[in-house]
């Protein structure tokens, strides 16, 4: 909104500077942490007098998690407030590929509103049906494989692009759409599955969108492109406003999520953020590369598969809880040493991915 300012540029006034990306990522950023400063503490307390007894906790869960009942949650509603308040007001409104992350981030917090109110008003931790998420969160996620694919340059349209290989696409054909709905909806579901201690999700959500932010400004601008060899997607550099929202916001939310939480994100937070990831890096052409920035996020819901899977098949478990956080729980790890070494390989898989744009 505020990039219409520059209307009333001369080109040498302060004005001039809501035209650069940079100048309103940086607004962004501060407005959305500024928004979660500001609201924070009186959103807590409206969850705490609605909800009454908190979140549910599960009866099967880590024993150090019984202490952590009567705890709000639904405190997505923070960082979705503030990521999106600030993204509308410092984004270009005309770009597609910011309403098209816009969308996605609403419309699985929708999702994880109703899971969320659904477990808190009958003290139940199964919340609404696993088929009906995933089938709504299906339905988002082909909208918004759609929306990017009609966005995309004609060359690199329907094409998988792969990091490391200079120039090298792989044409998927009608099976892009597909493809793409896998990553959105299993980014989302993969960050919804992180979410199990104070502060686990939310640091490397900011970690993994900033990556992708940088990305999206590099591949947004020609000569950043064609320095990199990376492939040229017009518009994608707008990302980086919603990017430096996220960040600023997730912080917001953080000096609360902090252990111990006064209130957790809830679905309201995890599927929005990790449907944002999804789509930015649909956006983007940089599919594969957010296995490797988000690569704690798959290696959670990894555990979750084969732990289902193997149990089926066997009736035994690999590990004694999961996803993995529980099972370093259940070997007797403090939650703060989890949480922080998972923070170090979040940081890790992200410069991994930051390099993939120069080793080519």
Known sequence: MLYWLTALSDGGDIWNLFRYITFRAGGAFLTALIFGFLFGRPLINVLRRKQGKGQPIRDDGPEGHFSKAGTPTMGGLLIVGALLSSTLLWA??????????????????????????????????????GRLRLALGIIIAVIAATWAAAYH????????????????????????????????????????????????????????GTTLGIIAYA????????????????????????????????????????????VFMGDTGSLALGGALGAI?????????????????????????????????????????????????????????????????????????LATLKVR
């Open 92 to 129: 270009r409104l005309d770009n597609p590929f910011v309403w098209l992350v816009i969308f996605v981030t609403l419309a699985y917090a929708l999702i994880g509103f109703a899971d969320d109110y659904a477990k808190v008003s009958k003290q139940n931790t199964k919340g609404v049906p």
């Open 153 to 208: 340059p004609d060359m690199l349209r329907n094409q998988l692009a792969l990091p490391v290989f200079k120039d090298t696409l792989i044409n998927l054909g009608v099976f892009y759409i597909p493809f793409s709905i896998i990553v959105i909806v299993g980014a989302a579901n993969a960050v919804n599955l992180t979410d199990g201690l104070d502060g686990l999700a939310i640091m490397p959500v900011m970690i993994a």
């Open 219 to 262: 591949v947004g601008r020609v000569d950043f492109t064609e320095y990199l060899d990376v492939h040229y997607v017009p518009g994608t550099g707008e990302i980086l406003v919603f990017a430096a929202a996220l960040f600023g916001a997730g912080l917001g939310f953080l000096w609360y999520n902090a252990p111990p939480a006064a």
């Open 281 to 353: 890096a649909v956006a983007t052409k940089h599919e594969l590369v957010l296995a490797v920035v988000g690569g704690l996020f798959v290696v959670e819901a990894m555990s979750v598969i084969i732990q289902v899977l193997y149990y089926k098949r066997t009736g035994k478990r690999v590990f004694l809880m999961a996803p993995i956080h529980h099972h370093y729980e259940k070997k007797g790890w403090a939650e703060s040493t989890i949480v922080i070494r998972f923070w170090i390989i979040s940081l890790i898989l992200a410069m991994i991915g």
